[in-house]
T-cell receptor, first 111, second 113 residues
Framework: GENVEQHPSTLSVQEGDSAVIKCTYSDSASNYFPWYKQELGKGPQLIIDIRSNVGEKKDQRIAVTLNKTAKHFSLHITETQPEDSAVYFCAARYTGNQFYFGTGTSLTVIP | DTEVTQTPKHLVMGMTNKKSLKCEQHMGHRAMYWYKQKAKKPPELMFVYSYEKLSINESVPSRFSPECPNSSLLNLHLHALQPEDSALYLC????????????FGSGTQLSVL
């Protein structure tokens, strides 16, 4: 079945540095890859997404890159701020039109 | 209004209790979802409603009973739960089933004693 691997599971960066989280998927038919941010006591919130016909997408300080051949996609956060501290989940939409989530990355931005 | 509202935020229940979780959205979305999330784990899909009809049941035990009274409301009825059912229960909606934009509520933190 579909599997989404996510690394690292925890990540600490100094404020102002960049953070990168990577995910690998197994279903070559997956065509949509969202990233969610979950703060403590809240539900996941969609922060950026990418479709399989695009290689990169950027929205201010966050960007996502997709390598279809290698079946991996990455989240890049630049100029990190303390409010970026949260758990981040990648996801892949598979052929049943539902989503598999990665295992999550707990990001801590140290002021 | 781009919110999915869930009530209650916290719930403690015994194994013999019956309780219900409620979810509401006014974005005109036609797909609504229940997810279960254990601490430090990703959300796991439980049920999908599409146009108020149950579309997907991910082999969830019958002690969880979903209900979709109308296009804006989604309930999850709980009965005879086990301590291992303690988790964060998340409701989500999207414009259509399998739609790209999933909007999540803040969840109900459930503890079963």
């Amino acid at each position: 079945g579909e599997n989404v691997e996510q690394h690292p599971s925890t990540l600490s960066v100094q404020e102002g540095d960049s953070a990168v989280i990577k995910c690998t998927y197994s279903d070559s038919a997956s065509n949509y890859f969202p990233w969610y941010k979950q703060e403590l006591g809240k539900g996941p919130q969609l922060i950026i997404d990418i479709r399989s016909n695009v290689g990169e997408k950027k929205d201010q300080r966050i960007a996502v890159t997709l390598n279809k051949t290698a079946k991996h996609f990455s989240l890049h956060i630049t100029e990190t701020q303390p409010e970026d501290s949260a758990v981040y989940f990648c996801a892949a939409r598979y052929t049943g039109n539902q989503f598999y989530f990665g295992t999550g990355t707990s990001l801590t931005v140290i002021p | 209004d781009t919110e999915v509202t869930q009530t209650p935020k916290h719930l403690v229940m015994g194994m013999t209790n019956k309780k219900s979780l409620k979810c509401e959205q006014h974005m005109g979305h036609r797909a609504m979802y229940w997810y279960k999330q254990k601490a430090k784990k990703p959300p796991e899909l439980m049920f999908v409603y599409s146009y108020e009809k149950l579309s997907i049941n991910e082999s969830v035990p019958s002690r969880f009973s979903p209900e979709c009274p109308n296009s804006s409301l989604l309930n999850l009825h709980l009965h005879a739960l086990q301590p291992e059912d303690s988790a964060l229960y998340l409701c989500a909606s999207s414009p259509q089933e399998g739609g790209e934009k999933l909007f999540f509520g803040s969840g109900t933190q459930l503890s079963v004693l």
